[in-house]
Nanobody
Framework: QVQLVESGGGQVQSGEFLRLSCTVS????????LAWFRQIPGEEREGVAA???????HYADSVKGRFTISRGGSENTVYLEMNSLKPEDTAMYYC????????????????WGQGTQVTVSS
């Protein structure tokens, strides 16, 4: 079974930096897309960034120019580098795998991690 484990969340001040990591274990089908989503309690899950099998990326407008998604060379990790963090970035961040297309839509992904909390104070 494929499992995703996120790490790297924490509590930071506005303008600071965090790097989230997602470790993929198990036999994940080749050609998958990976993504990061975030969710505030009581609200719908929001797509943040996605990366395709060839390294092409797509970002939500709210994070363009600040966040960077990348894949590890071993193909078993995905990262989200978050620069210039804002209080509105505060959320539980989830790694998603099994994407059929490079889309920031929840239905496109079949496998989810447990989440890592990011809290940004002003």
């Amino acid at each position: 079974q494929v499992q995703l484990v996120e790490s790297g969340g924490g509590q930071v001040q506005s303008g600071e930096f965090l790097r989230l990591s997602c470790t993929v274990s198990g036999n994940l089908e080749r050609g998958y897309c990976l993504a990061w989503f975030r969710q505030i309690p009581g609200e719908e899950r929001e797509g943040v960034a996605a990366i395709g099998k060839d390294g092409d990326t797509h970002y939500a407008d709210s994070v363009k120019g600040r966040f960077t998604i990348s894949r590890g060379g071993s193909e078993n990790t995905v990262y989200l580098e978050m620069n210039s963090l804002k209080p509105e970035d505060t959320a539980m961040y989830y790694c998603a795998a099994g994407g059929r297309r490079r889309l920031l839509l929840e239905w496109n992904y079949d496998i989810w991690g447990q989440g890592t909390q990011v809290t940004v104070s002003s």
